[in-house]
């Protein structure tokens, strides 16, 4: 099945496609909420749940700037990644102490 949709330019064509990309992100963020909320009938963790759809997320956002093929796209590819890594570093800074304060 790999094989008959790498022939059919499959992934490229979904990665490229701007009005499917966020409709799919929030299909697969859906989805791993819906096996957090399933998580004693799944027998998986929520937080490697939440781990693996977040990673699936940024691989999928990460290929649509083609890194590999422009130099244009390696540098969005890096402003992405530096401005999420600052978001999420914000958010765990703040929880941090709030975590000690409520303990």
Known sequence: IIFIAALLDWPRRLIDSD???????????????VLVILEDHVGVNKS???L???ASMWTFLAAGYHPHESAEGHDELERE?????KDVGAVILFLLPAMGVVE
């Open 48 to 50: 490697a749940i939440m």
């Open 81 to 85: 990644l530096s401005r999420g890594l």
């Open 52 to 54: 693996m759809v977040s």
């Open 19 to 33: 009005s499917f990309k966020p409709d799919l992100m929030s299909v697969v963020f859906l989805v791993g909420l």
